[in-house]
């Protein structure tokens, strides 16, 4: 009998159908599978399916995207507005057109101080305008005047056991906050749609100004006595922030204010922007909105990168000791590799150079912290990873991003608990998706809803 050559897609198709009978012929043995076990059997047929459609039809269009789009987390799809921050892959970061080097010398200071003040970015976030020092320190107060937190929200976090993870606890406080929403009220009372951004605002301007004291609450719950200083009407936000963390250096509150302005915003389409935008979407009020933003950020390969970072570093510092040899320190990336592991702080989704919020954290460092160790191996690990990543073939980007450095920063200071950093991620991109969803609110935009499609209407759109 004479075999017809079969495409590989179709073998992969037949494949599925085979598994498809024999559960039906498994089925009269003596123990039926379990739901578990029969998707055990499958999930190596679609996996193959999957494969074979990308590799036979990846690069067609199907509708206005490519195939390798759909499956390939829509990277570099063109589908949502946000003005306040643009990702170039080549030069990274611009707020409103501003590159960090240009934030960090338009935006206002704290007196004495060299870093931009958050407040100033948010300023510029929202209306593309510089503001004066005076509009920046009205901000501060006016937070300051927010920023108390209802006490059933204090009690939520005191209840959590303090092995909860910090960002799980930082989503609960937020979500709660729900509570107060004055879009939420305005909504059940009917407001019109061109009034929406208004209790928008003021939810948005409330989520920002409570985050110190809920941030603070968590990190002395955790890892402290659970007893919390007031805020400092007079005091910036990144003060207030480092007061109520226990930090009275004054570096340390330079290093907030750097931190959270660079963490912002990342343009629209990164997990955690993106997923405050698109909650948002629905109506969920901001806090509803952003608490889903920071269960995003909760992720490994968003923000939870910056404490995997130093836990790596750590642990690599354990193997091959301090001072080590650059060959130790290549040897020990490649087990990373061969382990299955990402390096934790290295590539990007768009990025194709090393992240100016890198550069600058590395800047700071080399001013404030030069000698610290884990900030060398820090900068030794920049000088071998690029390299190996290039020859492990695999990572688009080979370069340092935002978590690679931020983690080394913070411990110099003494904020040494890893578990905690994506909080502070979470407190400074609190900033970004709030300047966007009072923007999405004013601008009327609607609810999100892309369509999806099954692997079967690619295969039909493509039969011979
Ligand atoms: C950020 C990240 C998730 C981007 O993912 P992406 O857009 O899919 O990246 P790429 O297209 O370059 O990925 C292609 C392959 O290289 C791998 N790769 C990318 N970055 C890598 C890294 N730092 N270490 C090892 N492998 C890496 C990917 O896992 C992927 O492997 P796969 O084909 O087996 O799935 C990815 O670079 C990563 O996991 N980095 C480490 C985590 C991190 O630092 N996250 C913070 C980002 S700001």
């Not at 056991?161 to 910090?166: A, G, Q, R, S, Y």
């Not at 073939?393 to 080394?408: L, M, R, T």
Request: hydrophobic share 40%; glycine share 8%; with cysteine.
């Amino acid at each position: 009998m004479a075999f017809r050559a079969q495409s590989p897609l179709l073998s992969a198709l037949r494949s599925a159908q085979l598994a498809r009978a024999s559960v039906r012929f498994a089925s009269t043995g003596a123990k039926p599978l379990t739901l578990k076990e029969r998707l055990a059997e499958l999930i190596p047929t679609e996996i193959e399916k999957v494969k074979q459609i990308r590799a036979e039809h990846g690069k067609k269009s199907f509708g206005p995207v490519l195939v390798d789009q759909l499956y390939g987390g829509m990277r570099g799809l063109p589908a949502l507005i946000w003005d306040g921050s643009v990702l170039d892959a080549e030069e990274g970061i611009r707020f409103r057109g501003k590159s960090i080097p240009e934030c960090q010398e338009l935006l206002p200071k704290a007196p004495g101080g060299s870093e931009p003040l958050p407040e100033g970015l948010f300023w510029l976030l929202l209306t593309g305008e510089i503001p004066t020092q005076e509009q920046v320190k009205e901000l501060s107060r006016e937070w300051a005047a927010r920023a108390a937190v209802p006490e059933f929200v204090e009690e939520i976090l005191d209840r959590c056991p303090p092995t909860l993870h910090p960002m799980s606890q930082f989503s609960l406080a937020v979500t709660a906050l729900n509570h107060d929403s004055a879009f939420a009220k305005a909504y059940q009372e009917g407001i019109s749609k061109k009034d929406y951004w208004q209790s928008t605002f003021e939810d948005s301007m409330d989520l920002i100004a409570k985050l110190p004291n809920i941030a603070g609450t968590i990190y002395r719950n955790v890892f402290g006595d659970g007893k919390l200083p007031p805020i400092d009407p007079e005091k910036d936000y990144s003060h207030n922030l480092a007061t109520l963390l226990g930090f009275d250096n004054e570096a340390f509150v330079e290093l907030l204010r750097l931190y959270i302005t660079i963490h912002s915003d990342h343009e629209g389409g990164n997990v955690s922007a993106h997923t405050g935008k698109l909650v948002g979407s629905a109506l969920s009020d901001p806090f509803l909105a952003f608490g889903a933003s920071l269960n995003g950020l909760a992720g490994p390969l968003h923000g939870l990168a910056n404490q995997e970072v130093l836990i790596w570093l750590r642990k690599m510092q354990a193997k091959i000791g301090e001072n080590a040899s650059d060959e130790a320190v290549k040897e020990y990336v490649w087990s990373t590799l061969k382990a299955g592991q990402v390096v934790p702080g290295y590539g990007h989704a768009v990025l194709r150079k090393t992240d100016p919020r890198y550069t600058a954290q590395r800047e700071f460092a080399l001013k404030h912290m030069g000698n610290d160790p884990l900030f060398k191996l820090v900068a030794q690990v920049y000088s071998v990873v690029p390299d190996i990543l290039l020859e492990a073939g695999k990572a688009k980007n080979p370069w340092p991003n935002v978590d690679a450095h931020s983690g080394v920063l913070l411990s110099h200071y003494g904020l040494t608990q890893m578990q905690f950093y994506t909080v502070l991620f979470g407190v400074s991109r609190a900033f970004g998706v709030a300047a966007q969803l009072i923007w999405d609110r004013a601008l009327g935009a609607p609810l999100e809803r892309p369509k999806s499609y099954s692997s079967d209407a690619i295969h039909k759109m493509f039969k011979q």
